[in-house]
């Protein structure tokens, strides 16, 4: 079994793709690889640039893209003060990794002698020479400031470190008739019922597979959202007719420990997988917009504006730290824009 393997950049991240002739046995190895994707107009699978990941797809590892032995503790001692802030798993790798690139650039450097001029030359001559996100930029300063906060003896300013300008990107938001053509393009139950859910109940992708039975609370027509993003609590109102999907839902297939189990009883539910569901909704539906599941949330939001929600609630019901953050629906709302006559018409 042979395969190919080189590294790529894809949506700005550094990656391994590794193509080869349609092989059952190398598809199920490399699924086993955690972030593993499949690009279709690429025609090749890609996984995140690791060394690990590098070994085991012999891709050269070289001093350039390992940190220093400074660097490298340095980078494990982080992990554990962001541990034992309680920060998330999938936080403390993004940071890790951000960090890491960071110290690969410097690693001739002492850590002590890196300055807020330094973090200028990475942006200019890695994050933009590499075409690299504005978004991938900002996990990197975010992760630089925290990590020399717990620094003591540094010549870094951490509150002079510059931030990139954000994209002022609207949310993608489709109609209420692409939703239902979406939320009935399955007649499984289960993949029904998912993408209901997070539609009906404005949920991220994490919420809906964190979800256990018991967090679905009949008797007040609630969701309860136990330590969502930012680790935060919060309750979300249940549509009585999701409600009724979800009890032939929970018949059919008696979930053990979490709502939506993978194939195997007690196992949770893939992202792979959901991703997966929404892919082959898309197809059945005839939509060819590259929709999201993340898509169904800002529709929600979207919707629940149009139909006069004040924003107040919006927020709470997203789980917005900031109301800022919900103030972006409003520019994609189309019930005030569907007031404007167009001077075009009086012509």
Same mark, same amino acid.
């Given at each position: 079994?042979?395969?190919?393997?080189?590294?790529?950049?894809?949506?700005?991240?550094?990656?391994?793709?590794?193509?080869?002739?349609?092989?059952?046995?190398?598809?199920?190895?490399?699924?086993?690889?955690?972030?593993?994707?499949?690009?279709?107009?690429?025609?090749?699978?890609?996984?995140?640039?690791?060394?690990?990941?590098?070994?085991?797809?012999?891709?050269?590892?070289?001093?350039?893209?390992?940190?220093?032995?400074?660097?490298?503790?340095?980078?494990?001692?982080?992990?554990?003060?962001?541990?034992?802030?309680?920060?998330?798993?999938?936080?403390?790798?993004?940071?890790?990794?951000?960090?890491?690139?960071?110290?690969?650039?410097? @690693?001739?450097? *002492?850590?002590?002698? /890196?300055?807020? $001029?330094?973090?200028?030359? %990475?942006?200019?001559? =890695?994050?933009? !020479?590499?075409?690299?996100?504005?978004?991938?930029?900002?996990?990197?300063?975010?992760?630089?400031?925290?990590?020399?906060?717990?620094?003591?003896?540094?010549?870094?300013?951490?509150?002079?470190?510059?931030?990139?300008?954000?994209?002022?990107?609207?949310?993608?938001?489709?109609?209420?008739?692409?939703?239902?053509?979406?939320?009935?393009?399955?007649?499984?139950?289960?993949?029904?019922?998912?993408?209901?859910?997070?539609?009906?109940?404005?949920?991220?992708?994490?919420?809906?597979?964190?979800?256990?039975?018991?967090?679905?609370?009949?008797?007040?027509?609630?969701?309860?959202?136990?330590?969502?993003?930012?680790?935060?609590? @919060?309750?979300? *109102?249940?549509?009585? /007719?999701?409600? $009724?999907?979800?009890?032939? %839902?929970?018949?059919? =297939?008696?979930? !053990?420990?979490?709502?939506?189990?993978?194939?195997?009883?007690?196992?949770?539910?893939?992202?792979?997988?959901?991703?997966?569901?929404?892919?082959?909704?898309?197809?059945?539906?005839?939509?060819?917009?590259?929709?999201?599941?993340?898509?169904?949330?800002?529709?929600?939001?979207?919707?629940?504006?149009?139909?006069?929600?004040?924003?107040?609630?919006?927020?709470?019901?997203?789980?917005?730290?900031?109301?800022?953050?919900?103030?972006?629906?409003?520019?994609?709302?189309?019930?005030?824009?569907?007031?404007?006559?167009?001077?075009?018409?009086?012509?």
């Amino acid at each position: 079994m042979k395969w190919e393997s080189k590294l790529i950049k894809y949506k700005g991240a550094a990656r391994i793709a590794v193509a080869f002739e349609k092989n059952i046995e190398l598809i199920a190895r490399i699924k086993t690889v955690e972030g593993s994707r499949w690009s279709q107009s690429m025609r090749v699978w890609h996984i995140p640039d690791t060394e690990e990941n590098r070994l085991r797809f012999k891709i050269p590892l070289h001093s350039a893209t390992i940190p220093s032995e400074e660097g490298m503790a340095a980078i494990e001692k982080f992990k554990q003060w962001l541990l034992s802030k309680r920060y998330s798993p999938s936080t403390i790798k993004t940071y890790s990794e951000a960090l890491k690139s960071f110290m690969i650039f410097f @690693r001739e450097k *002492p850590i002590g002698e /890196i300055t807020n $001029e330094d973090v200028i030359i %990475y942006n200019n001559e =890695y994050i933009l !020479k590499n075409n690299l996100s504005a978004s991938y930029q900002n996990q990197i300063v975010n992760s630089i400031k925290l990590f020399f906060h717990t620094i003591r003896e540094t010549k870094m300013m951490v509150d002079k470190i510059h931030r990139p300008k954000r994209s002022k990107l609207l949310p993608n938001v489709l109609s209420k008739e692409e939703i239902k053509l979406i939320l009935n393009a399955h007649s499984n139950i289960k993949h029904k019922t998912m993408l209901s859910l997070i539609y009906s109940c404005g949920l991220r992708r994490s919420e809906l597979l964190n979800l256990k039975p018991i967090d679905i609370d009949s008797k007040r027509n609630i969701v309860l959202l136990k330590n969502a993003k930012g680790k935060k609590d @919060r309750i979300t *109102p249940l549509s009585p /007719i999701i409600l $009724e999907m979800l009890r032939e %839902y929970y018949i059919g =297939y008696k979930p !053990k420990i979490w709502l939506f189990e993978g194939q195997n009883a007690g196992d949770q539910y893939s992202e792979q997988s959901l991703q997966s569901v929404l892919k082959q909704a898309l197809q059945k539906a005839g939509i060819k917009k590259p929709v999201t599941l993340h898509w169904l949330r800002h529709s929600y939001a979207t919707h629940l504006l149009e139909s006069g929600t004040d924003l107040r609630y919006i927020q709470e019901l997203l789980g917005h730290s900031s109301s800022k953050t919900t103030e972006i629906y409003t520019h994609v709302s189309t019930k005030s824009l569907q007031q404007i006559k167009s001077p075009f018409d009086d012509l």
